[in-house]
Each structure stands twice: as C-alpha cells, then as structure tokens.
C-alpha cells in the first residue's frame, strides 16, 4: 500500500510579484481586483481584424526589453521577461537578495513554475519567419527556447540558483501543481527556498486560432471586451486568452521567523484528481474536482466548514461553471451556500497554465487584507450556477482560510488549501 509522505515543515508564501493585464506589482493587481477592473481589450501585439475572435487579456505598458540583457531580446520567449519581473518583485517583497547568499543557500534555492503553452508564440514566430524566407531572422536557441524546461532554467541563471530548476505543465492546474510541488520540497527539507507560480503568454494568432477551434473561445463581445469574461452569467459563452505572470518566494515558517519576513500565508493543503473522461470536457457529475478539494482539505487538517472563501477556476463556458458549482456542491454539502467565492477570470481572462497562480495571488487579498474580490459581468445568474459568487462589487470578509480551486484539459483537478497565520 503507499504511504504517504509525512510533513515536517510547515509552507508559508513571504514574497509575491506579479505582471498582469490589470496591473504590474501585487498592489497594483490587489486594487485593480478589488476595483473590478477588466483587462480585456482588443488584441493589439498582433492583426487580428480578420480573425473570428479579435481579443485578449494583454499586457499593456510593459517594457519587457528591460528584463533581458540585449543579447538575449531575440532568443527567449514573452514568458520569459514576464517571469523575470514578477520573480524580480516577489525576491525584493520578500527582501532578500539572492546575490549576497551563500553559494550553500544558493544550491538550497530552487525555481518551480507552472505553464501551459511554455514558448508555443515564440516558436510560431520563428517558423513564420522559416516560412516566409527570413531565416536569418530565426533564433539560433530555437529548440531550448521552445522546449518549457528552458524557462525555470531562465530564472535559475538570472538568480544565481543553484537548487532544482522545474517546470510543470499540466494544462491549466498547472501552476497550482507547481506551487504544491515546491512546497512538498521544502516541508520535506529537500530545499530551503523556492521561487513558485506561473507564467503564460499564450496570445499569438495560430494559438488563438487553435483554441477557437475547439469552440471554447467567446466571439460575442469583440465589440465590448470588458463584457466578455461573465463566469456563471446565462450570457457567458467562452474563454478569452490572457497573458501574465504570479510568481511567490516560499519557505519554511521557521526561516521566516527567523528573518521577521512578513508571511502571507501558509500553504497548508493540496489534493489532485482526474477524471480520466476527455481531453478538454469535464465529466458533468462534478465528482473528481470535488475530490480534489476533499483531498486538500484533508491534507490541511481542515473541515469543508472552516473554508470561507473559494477562489474558483470560473472559465466563463457554459460547461464549466455549471460542473464546477456542482463540484463545489459535492465538496461542501450544504457549507457551500454560505462559502464566498469568486472568479479572478472575470476581470485578467484565462492565463492558461498560470492560473492557479492568478487565483492564489487573490486569495492572498482575502487573506491578507479581508477583500473578496467581485466576480465581474455577472449581471444574470444562470439558475444552475446557484451559490454566492461576489457578484461586481467587492466585499469585505473575515478569512482565516481559503481553497484554491483549478481545473484543466486532460480532466486534471488540482486544489490548494492557503491559511492566515
């Protein structure tokens, strides 16, 4: 029989820095949230007036090149200048400095980051330019550019980290799994430091064109983008494509006491499930997402009770919304009426792979600063999608301890359980 690993350090989240298209910086991103502002717009890095769906979640006002050295501008892919600045702000949020480390705390320093698309828009350019006759345009670092290991690999380098440098990619739970899995490293004291989240930068034309062609994209509100992202409103009719990067420090409660870093929170719980059904739909009983959130409560030692608010995967299709109120449901019985909860996807669009992250960075503004942020566009609730959703308005609420809910392709669930120190 297995038996399951036993934790000896309790996780705690002391820095965090994010680029997103509401805004650079946590309490840039925490006011726009609480703000329901919207980060939709028309798509403008790219000619999209002959496509079907004509926007996006992009960030704006983000001089990228400053990330990199000249040299590299032409060999990495967006997620990398994105992962570099929220990285670079969520060291500095956690003051530390990773120059001045030891190398012995440099080895014990790892980077773990989620994605889902990794460096796909970075290699449809170079083959449009293989394509079109400009191969001397093309990257010599194509292929390690491309491959999603070359991004955590990207950080390790900038950072000086000698620990281990990973990516998971497990479509849209991936950077929950991420975060999760270098959590697991440090309560195990594998390593001692981590930096953990998500990048994606999904938005180029023949990965739009690719999504659209699975029908989950919306082409309703190219018109009225801010209107687009409506989680479990009748009206909702898909995804819209986002880019961004949330990016945490984690370590171990007792190094943190040790430094007087201020802590977030505490990663106390995480559960994964799949539904082994499909390779996009979810199964409609709800009962694999639901197990995740039983397992991630389990792992915290928390009761469905004591969760008060959920931030929830909140796609805006009319598939989704509807199996994950059921599986929500399923996990909390009648506690679910009375849970918060909220869409994050409302407000930046659908980060893809960094989604996890996405919604752990606004759980943090409930935990740390009392706020739930409102689920945005939800003007007509669909009568299937029952429970308090935060409807437009912030609102303020006690909270000692929020779960993480995500669902990705492949019918992957993954959960994670966050708790106020």
Not at 83 to 101: H, Y
Request: hydrophobic fraction near 40%; charge should be negative.
């Amino acid at each position: 029989m297995f038996k399951e690993f036993t934790k000896t350090r309790r996780v705690v989240i002391t820095g965090f820095g994010c680029v997103t298209p509401i805004g650079i910086g946590h309490d840039n991103f925490w006011v726009s949230l609480e703000n329901g502002k919207s980060g939709i717009k028309r798509i403008e890095s790219f000619d999209a007036s002959n496509s079907a769906v004509r926007i996006a979640a992009e960030i704006r006002n983000f001089d990228w090149e400053s990330e990199l050295n000249p040299k590299d501008r032409k060999h990495v892919p967006r997620t990398v200048p994105l992962a570099l600045k929220a990285a670079r702000e969520a060291v500095k949020d956690a003051n530390i400095q990773p120059e001045n480390l030891s190398l012995e705390e440099r080895q014990n320093f790892g980077v773990v980051l989620g994605t889902g698309g990794g460096g796909l828009a970075f290699t449809e350019k170079q083959y449009v330019y293989w394509l079109t006759g400009e191969a001397n345009k093309a990257s010599v670092y194509t292929i390690p550019s491309s491959t999603h290991g070359g991004l955590s690999s990207e950080l390790s380098m900038v950072f000086g980290l000698h620990g281990l440098s990973h990516i998971v990619s497990t479509g849209c739970t991936s950077s929950t799994d991420a975060i999760a899995y270098a959590a697991q490293h440090i309560s195990l004291g594998k390593q001692n430091m981590m930096l953990a989240g998500g990048v994606d930068a999904p938005i180029a034309r023949g990965i739009l064109e690719g999504f659209n062609l699975m029908t989950v994209l919306t082409k309703d509100f190219n018109d009225a983008p801010e209107r687009a992202s409506r989680p479990f409103d009748k009206q909702r009719s898909g995804i819209v494509l986002a880019e961004g990067a949330w990016i945490f420090v984690l370590e171990s409660l007792e190094s943190a006491s040790e430094r007087n870093a201020e802590i977030y929170a505490e990663i106390s719980g995480y559960g994964s499930t799949c539904d082994a059904y499909h390779r996009v739909r979810l199964e409609e009983n709800g009962v694999e997402p639901a197990r995740a959130m039983t397992l991630a409560m389990k792992d915290a030692g928390v009761s469905p009770a004591e969760i008060a608010y959920v931030n929830l995967h909140g796609t805006s299709t009319q598939l989704n919304d509807r199996i994950e109120t059921q599986a929500i449901k399923n996990a909390f019985g009648k506690h679910a009426y009375e849970l918060k909860t909220s869409a994050t996807k409302s407000q930046i669009g659908h980060p893809q792979g960094a989604s996890g992250a996405a919604g752990i960075g606004a759980a943090l503004l409930a935990i740390k600063k009392g706020i739930i942020a409102p689920t945005i566009n939800l003007d007509d609730q669909d009568e299937a999608c029952d429970l308090d959703y935060t409807p437009n308005v912030a609102q303020k609420a006690e909270v000692q301890t929020a779960l993480c809910n995500c669902i990705g392709f492949g019918s992957k669930n993954s959960a994670l359980i966050l708790q106020k120190i």
